[in-house]
């Protein structure tokens, strides 16, 4: 059986990043990254669909150990893929990466302080055990297998093409097709403007509106410094610009909702015109209540203006053979109906976590630091902020592991397990009324009502406490 010090499942963006600093700051460790795929990159391998692009800035989605290059800071989907394969061919960790291994339980045992992985076996891979240390889960947050799509009365009916944004046909010609897209988030507004290039008309049906923050596609202060600084000393100078700026408009918009709300609403009108409706750039809730989506060089305000756009703000009463009929009594003729109505949160990929042969039950553990859970040995998982980038979060959380892993060591230890403190009051783990979220209450973990138990949205906090905060604190258990 193969025995490793560190294994780390998912070879996206975070699994690359754990791969670079466990190799970096324990490099007398060894390690394996597993992927269940057949391929590296994670989301920016996995979908397809028209248009597909980071919703935050490369220069903090990007590594920190490895400067986005590239002149555009909101960057299309490939070209993510190329980065992450070149970071990974750069430091040598593509060799690192066993693909089709497929993690389905990990088993701790307290006798000999390792976990015992259970990979499914498949037509490339045989069903096999291997051994590590520390477990890294770092599989991202949500079902790769399906995304969420509701239940739409008489959709059997509809005559034309429905598909899911993450199950995208590549070969689906949608030129001069009416096309409706339901939904309103990160994907739905991604892909609107890129379909409204070739479709003959593009609704966006949503149900409630969400606010929509235009930023520009190239950022000049980074091209600027790219073109006079070394490339390292640019890409931290861009990194921090744009992590303050963000926590300045996240904090901004919970002090002053109500100013933030009439700002956003206002730069819609200005950038869209005469076609601006204020009831579907209003919504319900307050900035930040739910994600801000984020849209490059007003490419969907401009397709609004265009008129290659319609948003239409309802709710669907049935699927005909033509379209959909609405609760008002209008009909949207369609040819395809794209489904761009969430995902489904997956923790850890599905697997199953035991303790000496019996089942823990996650939902009834605490996150420490947002990094272990309670009473789980040597496991640690990495998962990006709700409010930023996916990556500043995973960096942090890839230096406190690395801390943790030296630790154990240098107190001659075998294992590390953070013990929760039930006094503290417990509180949903991701405090966002997003439907994603809310469907996924039942199987998430808990966050304490204060550190170290309190799950911060806030880089700021966590650079405090991920990277330079103690490993010695009271509620760790070495032994």
Known sequence: MKKYDVVIVGAGLSGIGAAYHIQDKCPNKTFTVLEARASMGGTWDLFKYPGIRSDSDMYTLGFSFNPWKAPKAIADGPSILAYIKETARKF????????????????????????????????????????????????????????????????????????????????????????????????????????????????????????????????????????????????????????????????????????????????????????????????????????????????????????????????????????????????????????????????????????????????KEHAYRGVMLSNIPNFAFAVGYTNASWTLKCDLNCHFVTRIINQIDEQGARACVPRFDPEIGSETLIDLSAGYVQRAKDILPKQGTKAPWKVHQNYIKDLRSLKYGTVKGEELEYK
């Open 92 to 363: 040598g960790i593509d060799k690192k990466i066993q693909y089709q291994h497929k993690l389905v339980n990990a088993d701790w045992s307290s006798e000999e302080n390792v976990w015992n992985l259970h990979i499914e076996g498949n037509e490339q891979v045989e069903d096999s055990q291997i051994q590590c240390n520390f477990l890294f889960m770092c599989s991202g947050y949500y079902d790769y297998e399906s995304g969420y799509t509701p239940s739409f009365p008489n959709s059997d009916t509809f005559k034309g093409s429905i598909i899911h944004p993450q199950k995208w046909d590549t070969s689906l010609d949608y030129t001069d097709k009416n096309v409706v897209i339901i939904g309103s988030g990160a994907t739905a507004v991604t892909l609107v403007p890129e379909m409204s290039k070739k479709a003959h008309k593009v609704t966006m049906l949503q149900r409630s509106p969400t606010y929509i923050l235009n930023l520009p596609r190239e950022d000049k202060f980074a091209n600027f410094f790219k073109k006079i600084l070394p490339a390292k000393a640019a890409h931290h100078l861009a990194r921090w610009k744009n992590i303050l700026m963000s926590m300045f408009l996240y904090n901004l918009s919970r002090r002053r909702p109500d100013g933030m709300r009439n700002w956003l609403k206002k730069e819609a009108q200005k950038a869209i015109g005469e076609r601006y409706n204020d009831a579907d750039f209003d919504p319900k809730y307050n900035p930040w209540d739910q994600r801000l989506c984020l849209i490059p060089d007003n490419d969907l305000f401009d397709a609004i203006r265009a008129e290659k756009v319609d948003i239409v703000t309802d709710t669907i009463d049935q699927f005909t053979p033509e379209g959909i009929r609405l609760t008002s009594g209008k009909t949207l003729p369609a040819d395809i109906i794209v489904t761009a109505t969430g995902l489904k949160l997956k923790l850890f990929g599905g697997m199953q976590i035991f303790k000496d042969g019996q089942v823990i039950d996650l939902t």
